[in-house]
Structure formats: structure tokens, C-alpha cells
């Protein structure tokens, strides 16, 4: 079964500003959003679920489909448009 895995971190700005958060995702594009953000991390756990399994309904997969088109559309590169949808997603 799918596991996805959810982030908290605490990490310092070069300018010394705490920053808190939370990323859902694989642990590469994790330190890849962290390296982008120049963060030096101070604190982060890592915390796995199990994907419960379902089927997905017909409206929310044409909604997904749809919502991905217009975000790709607007210039917006694959990877962030998805990741982005993945965290908006309410289920």
C-alpha cells in the first residue's frame, strides 16, 4: 500500500528568522524547496501514513484534470502544478 509522508520543520533564514512549515511529498523535492528557500533546518520530522485505498469519483478526477490544464496553461511547470494540486487537494 502507498504511503505518503508529511514534513514539520524549523529552519533559520541567513538573516536568522525562524521559519516554520510543513511539506507533503517525496524527500527530494522536500530538500530541493528547502535548498530553494536557503534554509539551514534546526528541526524536522517526518511523519508516514498509509493511502487508504478508494476510487476516486468521475466529477473529482475531471475537476483534478481540469484544474491541472489551467495551472500548465498559465505557464506554470508540471512539477509545481502538481504538487501544488496536492496539497490543495481536500481528499
Given at each position: 500500500m502507498a504511503e505518503i509522508v508529511e514534513y514539520s520543520y524549523e529552519g533559520l533564514t541567513p538573516e536568522g528568522q525562524?521559519?516554520?512549515?510543513?511539506?507533503?511529498g517525496e524527500?527530494?523535492?522536500?530538500?530541493?524547496?528547502?535548498k530553494q528557500k536557503n534554509l539551514?533546518?534546526?528541526k524536522v520530522k517526518e511523519k508516514r501514513r498509509r493511502l487508504k485505498k478508494g476510487k476516486i469519483s468521475?466529477?473529482?478526477?475531471?475537476?483534478?484534470?481540469?484544474?491541472?490544464?489551467?495551472?500548465l496553461r498559465s505557464g506554470m511547470k508540471i512539477d509545481r502544478a502538481?504538487?501544488?494540486l496536492s496539497k490543495t487537494a481536500h481528499k
Open positions: 525562524l521559519i516554520k512549515g510543513r511539506f507533503k524527500k527530494a523535492v522536500f530538500l530541493s524547496e528547502i539551514t533546518l534546526i468521475w466529477r473529482d478526477f475531471h475537476n483534478g484534470i481540469e484544474q491541472l490544464y489551467y495551472l502538481v504538487s501544488l
